[in-house]
């Protein structure tokens, strides 16, 4: 177990490096910052003392250099637009990201697991097909859209909910509702599935010869062995949202990290861009390293 | 008092399926007494395992139907019973283990718990559940049973996890236990250890045992009496010696001819140079030597048999001949030509004439294509062998040899049983008009009186075509009728080499001997003698 995580945590410190390396080049590949940053009037002078200012001068690789001499004192720079520390303005925003990731998959994985499991135990029954057909819009219904509908119909025409902004408890309903459905149908199709295969198992068999009564039968024969394949996906789709639910935070001016980044892109702040993308792969990071811990704490050929 | 401690009576049980009910057993009776053995024989679709999993109210419903009949336990009809009821019956006075125990056995869960989950479903104290795990646990020979406990069942070997399956059964002493092909895919010394602890352990418990197989050797080995089953019907019943020496159906007689073992053996008798010649032949998977120096010789229309138990590395032999992975020593050399240091490119033209046939059709022919589809590809791969004019007349001939008909060409692989499965696979092989044909336990997943059919199809090829053949196999009989020349393997090298009558009439190595002896023979005055020779072995060996 020790040496499966020293591994995976060395192939994701390579892997964060490789993101660092491409992420330095290509935003000196879009052009010259001095040109970038700079007004289009600003003359050659400004423009020289700008270079001079941030180092544009040296080589490539000194510049490289210093870039990760920074990122190892997590210096990411000024925020060019808000005159803070990047990493300041890039962790605020996370920040509220963060809690509508957590809240929204903590909802999604308890209702996907109850409702697939019910589903599961009357495949084919009335309450099985309502219960996949509206999986299946769910995961694959685009979100921009019920974000639009549901302002419509909740904030326009009831005006029951607020619009937009995170001010009080009401503000954060639509968004984590918008964010709930996608997940919600992709993880109780594989919470479905993975229990009716699990229900079919050989072991379940033996532990009904065993005359083990049918609440263990399901809550420990069954269930630790079904979530296996159902805590990857949950991974997955938390990652995702950990990336900065770019289009729902922006269409309900929810201030997290997709939304700096959009507002970042929008306005060449590059510092903000870069921690943010930072920020970001480091939490997906330790987020697979969680699933694989989980995952090793259900599974025991795992750990070996 | 019940005049049997279990008798089904008049039993049928019937499925909804998708393509109609299908009656998978009709009206059948038996009974099982106190201290006695019962072996319910049949093949697969017989209805073997219906009424056992009736009786441990296994069979889901629906689709499964019970239409009629009486399962009566101590005299009381246990489909009258409430559910409840006849869980508490479970795992208590009657038990069940199952062919596969790796999938039988829940992954996540230690092993110690398992066993003892048995005793504390009924009722016993965590403690007292524990202890009966552990003491059972070392009654069934696994060693160091108590860190065992902590184990999970990947950390077993099989025979290892058919005896813990045995503990869960038996923690609480039930009266029956039932064992469904308890030793089908086990090795066969392993197989003769654990129908002797399931003796031992039924003299010590008087529970009487239901033993369902479908092999005539296992109901030789340990049955008091026997059922046949075909179609869902008892065909007949008797002793084994009665069943042996006197069968009136013609099923069973059947069932009795297509046991392999039997027939005259072959004397090889070939001074020609050898096609092949396999060298020192190694294979190292880090510090683990699988192949530790494998020397043979094949000649055309020869068959060369390699025997051994799992992880004896006769599979990795022919996966090292086939560039199916990279040998870590020694030289292939065929016609005359060393083949393993060739390139990918430079081994396309001689594939096809080398051919592979595996253990299981069902994974190794593609479910999306048609049979012409499958047997034709190999023309498309090697285009000088076949205008394509003459593909479909040539599919046509190739399935009337392997005995099926021009007219299944058009059908998918799921439309056919196992052994026309099979059948298929070995015309996707002769195809390519191959000299040699490399068979991986191709007939080990077959009925007998399928393995039957298909080794008389090979057997016809070699004799027909001159193709030579190495038959990777870990049933014996089988090799005994099919093979000219044998190699035991053990543990990465070669044991014994010999010609099939020096292997099987004087072997040499005590464990070709041991090997020899734990085979199962289906005629029970035979078995018995064979019995004692392994008991004298293993005693000489203790």
Same mark, same amino acid.
């Given at each position: 177990?020790?040496?499966?995580?020293?591994?995976?945590?060395?192939?994701?410190?390579?892997?964060?490096?490789?993101?660092?390396?491409?992420?330095?080049?290509?935003?000196?590949?879009?052009?010259?910052?001095?040109?970038?940053?700079?007004?289009?009037?600003?003359?050659?002078?400004?423009?020289?003392?700008?270079?001079?200012?941030?180092?544009?001068?040296?080589?490539?690789?000194?510049?490289?250099?210093?870039?990760?001499?920074?990122?190892?004192?997590?210096?990411?720079?000024?925020?060019?637009?808000?005159?803070?520390?990047?990493?300041?303005?890039?962790?605020?925003?996370?920040?509220?990201?963060?809690?509508?990731?957590?809240?929204?998959?903590?909802?999604?994985?308890?209702?996907?697991?109850?409702?697939?499991?019910?589903?599961?135990?009357?495949?084919?029954?009335?309450?099985?097909?309502?219960?996949?057909?509206?999986?299946?819009?769910?995961?694959?219904?685009?979100?921009?859209?019920?974000?639009?509908?549901?302002?419509?119909?909740?904030?326009?025409?009831?005006?029951?909910?607020?619009?937009?902004?995170?001010?009080?408890?009401?503000?954060?309903?639509?968004?984590?509702?918008?964010?709930?459905?996608?997940?919600?149908?992709?993880?109780?199709?594989?919470?479905?599935?993975?229990?009716?295969?699990?229900?079919?198992?050989?072991?379940? @068999?033996?532990?009904?010869?065993?005359?083990?009564?049918?609440?263990?039968?399901?809550?420990?024969?069954?269930?630790?062995?079904?979530?296996?394949?159902?805590?990857?996906?949950?991974?997955?789709?938390?990652?995702?949202?950990?990336?900065?639910?770019?289009?729902?935070?922006?269409?309900?001016?929810?201030?997290?990290?997709?939304?700096?980044?959009?507002?970042?892109?929008?306005?060449?702040?590059?510092?903000?861009?870069?921690?943010?993308?930072?920020?970001?792969?480091?939490?997906?990071?330790?987020?697979?390293?969680?699933?694989?811990?989980?995952?090793?704490?259900?599974?025991?050929?795992?750990?070996? | 008092m019940a005049d049997h401690l279990l008798e089904v009576r008049d039993l049928s049980v019937r499925f909804h399926t998708a393509q109609g009910i299908v009656?998978?057993?009709?009206?059948?009776?038996?009974?099982?007494?106190?201290?006695?053995?019962?072996?319910?024989?049949?093949?697969?679709?017989?209805?073997?395992?219906?009424?056992?999993?009736?009786?441990?109210?296994?069979?889901?419903?629906?689709?499964?139907?019970?239409?009629?009949?009486?399962?009566?336990?101590?005299?009381?009809?246990?489909?009258?019973?409430? /559910?409840?009821?006849?869980?508490?019956?479970?795992? @208590?006075?009657?038990?069940?283990?199952?062919?596969?125990?790796?999938?039988?056995?829940?992954?996540?869960?230690?092993?110690?718990?398992?066993?003892?989950?048995?005793?504390?479903?009924?009722?016993?104290?965590?403690?007292?559940?524990?202890?009966?795990?552990?003491?059972?646990?070392?009654?069934?020979?696994?060693?160091?049973?108590?860190?065992?406990?902590?184990?999970?069942?990947?950390?077993?070997?099989?025979?290892?996890?058919?005896?813990?399956?045995?503990?869960?059964?038996?923690?609480?002493?039930?009266?029956?236990?039932?064992?469904?092909?308890?030793?089908?895919?086990?090795?066969?010394?392993?197989?003769?250890?654990?129908?002797?602890?399931?003796?031992?352990?039924?003299?010590?418990?008087?529970?009487?045992?239901?033993?369902?197989?479908?092999?005539?050797?296992?109901?030789?080995?340990?049955?008091?009496?026997?059922?046949?089953?075909?179609?869902?019907?008892?065909?007949?019943?008797?002793?084994?010696?009665?069943?042996?020496?006197?069968?009136?159906?013609?099923?069973?007689?059947?069932?009795?001819?297509?046991?392999?073992?039997?027939?005259?053996?072959?004397?090889?008798?070939?001074?020609?140079?050898?096609?092949?010649?396999?060298?020192?032949?190694? @294979?190292?998977?880090?510090?683990?030597?699988?192949?530790?120096?494998?020397?043979?010789?094949?000649?055309?229309?020869?068959?060369?048999?390699?025997?051994?138990?799992?992880?004896?590395?006769?599979?990795?032999?022919?996966?090292?001949?086939?560039?199916?992975?990279?040998?870590?020593?020694?030289?292939?050399?065929?016609?005359?030509? /060393?083949?393993?240091? @060739?390139?990918?490119?430079?081994?396309?033209?001689?594939?096809?004439?080398?051919?592979?046939?595996?253990?299981?059709?069902?994974?190794?022919?593609?479910?999306?294509?048609?049979?012409?589809?499958?047997?034709?590809?190999?023309?498309?791969?090697?285009?000088?062998?076949?205008?394509?004019?003459?593909?479909?007349?040539?599919?046509?001939?190739?399935?009337?040899?392997?005995?099926?008909?021009?007219?299944?060409?058009?059908?998918?692989?799921?439309?056919?049983?196992?052994?026309?499965?099979?059948?298929?696979?070995?015309?996707?092989?002769?195809?390519?008009?191959?000299?040699?044909?490399?068979?991986?336990?191709?007939?080990?997943?077959?009925?007998?009186?399928?393995?039957?059919?298909?080794?008389?199809?090979?057997?016809?090829?070699?004799?027909?075509?001159?193709?030579?053949?190495?038959?990777?196999?870990?049933?014996?009989?089988?090799?005994?009728?099919?093979?000219?020349?044998?190699?035991?393997?053990?543990?990465?090298?070669?044991?014994?080499?010999?010609?099939?009558?020096?292997?099987?009439?004087?072997?040499?190595?005590?464990?070709?001997?041991?090997?020899?002896?734990?085979?199962?023979?289906?005629?029970?005055?035979?078995?018995?003698?064979?019995?004692?020779?392994?008991?004298?072995?293993?005693?000489?060996?203790?």
């Amino acid at each position: 177990m020790k040496t499966m995580l020293g591994k995976r945590a060395v192939s994701s410190l390579i892997s964060l490096f490789v993101l660092i390396v491409m992420v330095f080049f290509l935003s000196r590949l879009t052009g010259d910052p001095a040109a970038l940053y700079l007004p289009v009037d600003a003359s050659e002078e400004m423009r020289q003392n700008f270079r001079e200012i941030h180092g544009l001068n040296d080589p490539v690789i000194v510049q490289f250099g210093r870039y990760i001499g920074d990122l190892v004192q997590l210096d990411f720079g000024e925020s060019l637009r808000k005159a803070r520390p990047a990493i300041d303005v890039v962790l605020e925003a996370f920040v509220w990201t963060l809690w509508l990731a957590l809240i929204t998959m903590a909802l999604v994985s308890v209702a996907a697991i109850v409702v697939g499991s019910i589903a599961a135990f009357n495949v084919g029954r009335p309450f099985d097909r309502v219960a996949s057909v509206l999986s299946l819009i769910g995961a694959s219904a685009p979100d921009f859209w019920i974000a639009i509908v549901g302002i419509v119909v909740f904030s326009v025409s009831y005006g029951l909910l607020p619009t937009s902004g995170t001010g009080t408890v009401w503000h954060w309903i639509l968004p984590i509702a918008v964010l709930f459905i996608r997940p919600f149908g992709l993880i109780l199709q594989i919470v479905r599935g993975s229990m009716i295969n699990a229900l079919g198992s050989p072991y379940v @068999k033996t532990a009904r010869a065993k005359g083990v009564k049918n609440r263990p039968v399901i809550f420990v024969h069954t269930l630790r062995n079904a979530m296996l394949p159902v805590i990857t996906v949950i991974g997955d789709q938390a990652a995702a949202l950990l990336n900065g639910a770019v289009v729902v935070e922006t269409i309900f001016g929810f201030p997290g990290v997709g939304k700096l980044m959009i507002d970042s892109i929008l306005q060449r702040d590059f510092n903000v861009i870069l921690a943010a993308i930072m920020v970001t792969a480091i939490a997906i990071f330790l987020m697979n390293i969680l699933i694989d811990i989980a995952y090793a704490l259900l599974d025991p050929r795992i750990r070996t | 008092m019940a005049d049997h401690l279990l008798e089904v009576r008049d039993l049928s049980v019937r499925f909804h399926t998708a393509q109609g009910i299908v009656n998978a057993v009709n009206g059948i009776s038996w009974h099982l007494d106190r201290g006695e053995t019962l072996a319910i024989l049949g093949e697969s679709g017989s209805g073997k395992s219906v009424s056992a999993s009736a009786i441990m109210n296994l069979i889901d419903m629906p689709p499964g139907e019970i239409t009629s009949g009486q399962i009566l336990f101590d005299g009381v009809d246990l489909l009258k019973k409430s /559910e409840e009821d006849r869980r508490r019956l479970n795992g @208590k006075r009657i038990s069940m283990i199952f062919q596969d125990p790796l999938g039988h056995l829940n992954p996540v869960y230690p092993v110690g718990w398992q066993i003892a989950e048995t005793a504390m479903a009924h009722g016993k104290p965590k403690d007292e559940a524990y202890a009966r795990a552990l003491a059972l646990m070392e009654r069934v020979g696994i060693p160091d049973p108590k860190a065992s406990m902590d184990k999970y069942p990947h950390q077993f070997s099989g025979g290892q996890r058919q005896r813990l399956m045995i503990a869960m059964a038996l923690v609480l002493k039930p009266d029956i236990l039932i064992a469904d092909e308890p030793t089908t895919a086990l090795d066969v010394t392993v197989q003769a250890e654990v129908l002797s602890l399931l003796e031992e352990l039924q003299e010590e418990t008087g529970m009487g045992l239901l033993l369902i197989t479908h092999d005539l050797g296992v109901v030789a080995e340990a049955a008091d009496r026997a059922v046949v089953m075909e179609g869902g019907h008892i065909v007949e019943s008797g002793t084994p010696r009665e069943l042996y020496h006197h069968a009136q159906h013609p099923y069973t007689r059947k069932l009795l001819a297509a046991a392999p073992g039997k027939g005259e053996m072959r004397d090889p008798a070939s001074d020609e140079q050898p096609i092949l010649r396999v060298q020192n032949l190694q @294979k190292s998977y880090g510090s683990f030597a699988a192949l530790k120096g494998v020397n043979f010789d094949l000649h055309a229309g020869e068959t060369l048999a390699i025997v051994g138990e799992s992880g004896s590395g006769k599979s990795t032999i022919a996966r090292l001949m086939l560039h199916l992975e990279p040998a870590s020593g020694g030289k292939v050399l065929w016609k005359g030509e /060393e083949i393993l240091s @060739k390139t990918p490119r430079e081994m396309g033209p001689l594939r096809r004439q080398l051919q592979m046939v595996f253990q299981d059709p069902t994974q190794s022919l593609n479910p999306h294509m048609t049979v012409f589809q499958i047997i034709s590809e190999a023309w498309v791969i090697h285009p000088d062998i076949l205008p394509k004019s003459q593909w479909k007349d040539r599919v046509a001939e190739l399935l009337e040899q392997v005995g099926l008909k021009p007219e299944h060409a058009l059908r998918n692989p799921h439309q056919f049983s196992g052994g026309q499965r099979q059948r298929i696979a070995i015309a996707r092989a002769l195809a390519l008009e191959p000299d040699l044909i490399i068979c991986d336990e191709a007939v080990s997943a077959l009925d007998v009186s399928i393995q039957a059919q298909v080794i008389a199809l090979l057997g016809e090829l070699r004799d027909r075509l001159g193709i030579a053949f190495i038959f990777i196999a870990h049933d014996l009989p089988v090799v005994r009728d099919f093979a000219d020349h044998v190699l035991v393997m053990q543990r990465g090298q070669v044991v014994e080499h010999g010609t099939v009558r020096q292997i099987f009439e004087a072997p040499r190595q005590g464990y070709t001997q041991r090997l020899l002896a734990a085979g199962l023979d289906s005629d029970p005055d035979v078995q018995a003698e064979r019995r004692s020779q392994r008991l004298a072995l293993a005693a000489t060996q203790a």
